[in-house]
C-alpha cells in the first residue's frame, strides 16, 4: 500500500513562525489549490513559566508533490479561545473542507482541567480568504460532551459527500491511572456523527466504529477518510493507554481500515504496509495521519519521533 | 382580591426558615447550605431536594450533593425525614460531575422519578465548569442512577460553558427544560466571575433536546446581571417565571445580593419581565435580610407556596412563602 517512502517533508525548526512558537507541526491536514497543497498543522508556543505548551494553527503551502516548501503562514490563523472557552489554551488539529465559496475548520479546543490534565471539545471556524485566516461562529464548540460520550471528544475528520456532511471524531471512555500514584491517562475512540448543513450534528453517542487491537485499553484518535478507487479508505492512530511517551513499544502507530458504505469498517493495519528504518525520525513513532488525493495521486501525511516535534512526513500511497 | 391588586402584584406570606442544615447530626455531607430547593409531591408529604455540602477541603474548596427532606403535608414548616444519603454519587475521574452535583430538578416520568441536575468539574484558568446531567430513581426518588456518564445537553456556539440550574417542566406533552447558560467570564478583583442568562430547550422524550438560543429574560440592573432559577409555573393560561437575579459584582452582600424576579409569558418563547409583580423580596431582619433567591414555586392542596433560599445563598437553610391572593394570575 506504501508505494513511496518520502521521508520528512517539513521540519518547523526551519521556518520562522507565526506566535513564536519555533517547534511542532503535528497533525498536518491539506487544503488543495490548483497548484499547491495548503497544509495546516499545529504548532506550540511556551507557556509564561515555560513549563507548559499552547497549540496554535499555522499552515504551510507546498508543491502538489509535498518535494518543496512555497512559503509559511506568517500570521495567525486563528486566535485562541477568551478565558474558559473549551480552545482557550490550545488548538490542536484542525479539518479543513472546501463549502460555498469558504473554507470551514473543524478544530480541536483544549481546555485545562484540575484533576486531569484536559478536556476537548470540536469547534467551527470559517474562513472568507482561502484559509489564511478564520474566525468563530461562536465562542462554543459544535460537538462535545454527551450522555455517553463524556469527555475528550475532538480530533474531527469532515467528509462532505452524497448531500451529507459525515464526521469521525475521537471521544473519550474513562480515565485510568496505572498506578495510584500516577497522573491520570485516558482512553478513547473513533466515532461518527452525520450533519446535513455541517453545523447541526447527529452523534450514534458512544458508538466505536473500529475494533481494538491492543484491548480494550486501546486509544484510538485522528482519522482521515479519502475516497480512492471504488472504495473508502480510513488511516488513524492508535497507542497502548499507559507508557507511550517514553516506551516506543507502546507509542503511536497507523491503523487502518477500509468500507464501501460509510457504516461498516474493516480494519487491517497490516495492509497499509508501514515499514520504518531503525534510528531515523519515524522510527519509535507514527501519528496523527492524513490522506489526500493531490494531483491525482493518494498520499500520507503523518508525524514520526515524539509527537510530530520536528515536522511531518509523506508517503506516496498505491491504493486499491 | 380586586383585580387591580392582582395586576400591581402577588402577594405572599412568609412562613419562616423550614430547614437548617445545620442542626442535621451524623451526616458529613450535609454541614452547611441547603440550596436550590425542588419539588415532589407525595400523599402525606412534600419531598423538597436542595444540594449541601460537606465541610470544605484543606485548601477551602467544596464539593456538592444533592438530597431530600421530607415536610409534612399537613403542615409544610415541619420535616419528618432528611435522608440519609446523597441521592447520587459525585461522577467518576474526569467527568463533567466529578465535584459536584448542584442543583437538581425533579419530574414523575413512567413510574419513575427523572432528576436533571447540574454537574461541576474544576478548571485551571476559571475556577469551575457546569454541566446539565440527567438520572433516574426507581424508588420514588430516593436515590438514582445516571442516564450516561455525560451530560443530557450539550454545549453549542453560544451556549459555550457554566449550563446550570436546570429546571425541567413538562406542558402539553413536550418537556422543558430552561437553565442558564454563560455568556462571558469576567474579571472581578483579580477573580474570573461567570456571567450568564436565562435559557430554554425543548424535546419530545427528555432526551434529545432542541434549544431555542436565545435569553430569555431581559437584564435590568446592569448589562452584566445574573440570572438563575427559571421556575416556571402555569396558571391561569399563561406562564409565569420566577427566578433570581444579582449584580455582577460584590454581589455577597445586602446590596448587590440576589433578588427574585418576576416574568410571564404566552408560549414559553417570549417573556414579559415585570419585576415590580413579584411581591416577595428581603426582610428587614433575620434569615432572609440580606438577599432572597432561587424560588420554587408548587401548588399545594389549593394553595400556591414558593420555596427559596436566604442569606448566603441558602447556607443557612430554605424557608417558604405562601400565596395570599386566590384571584387570577392574568395581568
Known amino acids: 500500500m506504501i508505494k513511496t517512502r518520502l521521508g520528512k517533508v517539513f521540519d518547523p525548526t526551519e521556518h520562522t513562525l507565526p506566535q513564536n512558537c519555533k517547534e511542532f507541526a503535528q497533525s498536518p491536514q491539506t487544503l488543495e489549490f490548483d497548484d499547491f497543497t ?14 507548559t505548551f499552547r497549540s496554535h494553527m499555522a499552515f504551510t503551502d507546498m508543491s502538489k508533490d509535498f518535494s518543496c516548501v512555497l512559503r509559511v503562514s506568517t500570521q495567525p490563523v486563528l486566535p485562541l479561545g477568551s478565558l474558559g472557552s473549551f480552545d482557550e489554551h490550545g488548538i490542536f488539529p484542525m479539518s479543513v473542507i472546501r463549502h460555498e465559496n469558504q473554507v470551514w475548520g473543524y478544530t480541536c479546543g483544549w481546555n485545562r482541567r484540575a484533576s486531569v490534565s484536559v478536556d476537548t471539545a470540536i469547534g467551527l471556524v470559517v474562513s472568507d480568504d482561502e484559509g489564511t485566516t478564520f474566525r468563530r461562529l461562536g465562542p462554543g464548540p459544535i460537538l ?34 496505572e498506578t495510584e500514584a500516577a497522573t491520570p491517562d485516558r482512553v ?31 486509544c484510538q484518535a485522528l482519522p482521515s477518510v479519502i475516497w480512492f478507487g471504488g472504495r473508502y479508505h480510513m488511516v488513524f492512530c492508535y497507542r497502548d493507554v499507559h507508557g507511550f511517551r517514553t516506551d516506543p513499544s507502546k507509542g503511536y502507530r497507523i491503523g487502518y481500515a477500509t468500507s464501501t458504505d460509510l457504516v461498516d469498517w474493516t480494519r487491517d493495519d497490516d495492509a497499509l504496509g508501514f515499514q520504518t528504518e531503525a534510528e531515523t525520525w519515524d522510527a519509535e513513532m507514527q501519528c496523527y495521519p492524513h490522506l489526500t488525493v493531490s494531483a491525482g495521486t493518494p498520499y500520507l501525511l503523518y508525524n514520526g519521533n515524539a509527537f510530530g516535534r520536528y515536522g511531518f512526513g509523506a508517503a506516496l500511497l498505491a491504493l486499491t | 382580591m380586586s383585580n387591580e391588586d392582582t395586576r400591581t402584584g402577588f402577594q405572599w406570606e412568609k412562613l419562616g426558615k423550614v430547614f437548617d442544615p445545620g442542626r442535621t447530626q451524623g451526616r ?30 484543606a485548601s477551602g474548596q467544596y464539593v456538592s450533593y444533592s438530597a431530600y427532606v421530607d415536610l409534612d403535608r399537613a403542615d ?51 475556577p469551575f465548569n457546569v454541566a446539565i446531567g440527567c438520572a433516574e430513581s426507581a424508588d420514588d426518588g430516593m436515590t438514582f442512577q445516571r442516564m450516561g456518564p455525560g ?54 422524550d427528555g432526551v434529545t433536546w432542541t434549544k431555542l438560543n436565545k435569553d430569555l429574560i431581559e437584564t435590568v440592573i446592569e448589562d452584566d446581571e445574573a440570572q438563575a432559577s427559571p421556575d416556571v409555573f402555569w396558571a391561569d393560561g399563561r406562564y409565569h417565571m420566577f427566578f433570581c437575579y444579582r449584580y455582577s459584582e460584590n454581589y455577597r452582600s445586602h446590596e448587590n445580593g440576589y433578588r427574585i424576579g418576576y416574568a410571564s409569558s404566552d408560549d414559553l418563547r417570549t417573556w414579559t419581565r415585570d419585576d415590580a409583580r413579584v411581591g416577595i423580596t428581603v426582610s428587614p431582619t433575620g434569615w432572609d ?28 437553610g430554605f424557608g417558604l412563602a405562601r400565596l395570599t391572593s386566590h384571584a387570577s394570575w392574568a395581568a
Open chain 2, 76 to 126: 409544610l414548616t415541619r420535616v419528618i425525614r432528611v435522608a440519609e444519603q446523597p441521592i447520587l454519587p459525585l461522577g467518576d475521574l474526569g467527568t463533567f460531575d466529578e465535584f459536584g452535583t448542584y442543583p437538581v430538578s425533579v419530574i414523575r416520568h413512567e413510574g419513575k422519578v427523572r432528576a436533571y441536575y447540574a454537574g461541576w468539574t474544576r478548571c485551571v484558568s476559571v
Open chain 2, 28 to 57: 458529613p455531607w450535609l454541614k452547611e447550605f441547603a440550596q436550590a430547593p425542588a419539588t415532589l409531591i407525595f400523599d402525606d408529604f412534600v419531598r423538597v431536594y436542595f444540594s449541601c455540602r460537606p465541610s470544605a477541603d
Open chain 1, 38 to 51: 495548503r497544509v495546516y498543522f499545529s504548532t506550540r508556543s511556551l507557556d509564561q513559566g515555560g513549563q
Open chain 1, 188 to 218: 478513547y475512540k473513533i466515532g461518527h456523527a452525520t450533519s446535513m448543513d455541517g453545523i447541526d450534528w447527529v452523534k450514534e453517542d458512544g458508538v466505536q466504529i473500529l475494533p481494538d487491537r491492543l484491548g480494550i485499553d486501546e
Open chain 2, 289 to 316: 435580610s440580606e438577599m432572597v433567591s432561587y424560588p420554587h414555586v408548587f401548588r399545594l392542596d389549593g394553595r400556591v407556596y414558593m420555596a427559596y433560599l436566604g442569606n448566603g445563598v441558602g447556607r443557612e
Open chain 2, 151 to 204: 451530560p443530557i445537553i450539550p454545549y453549542s456556539l453560544d451556549e459555550p460553558f457554566v449550563m446550570s440550574g436546570p429546571k425541567i417542566r413538562k406542558f402539553q406533552n413536550t418537556w422543558h427544560l430552561f437553565y442558564i447558560a454563560g455568556k462571558s467570564w469576567k474579571m472581578v478583583r483579580g477573580r474570573p466571575e461567570p456571567v450568564y442568562r436565562i435559557r430554554m430547550a425543548s424535546s419530545p
Open chain 1, 144 to 177: 462535545g460532551p454527551s450522555l455517553n460520550e463524556p469527555f475528550l471528544v475532538g480530533d474531527a475528520f469532515v467528509l462532505k459527500t452524497d448531500g451529507m456532511f459525515h464526521m469521525w471524531y475521537m471521544f473519550g471512555q474513562r480515565w485510568k491511572r
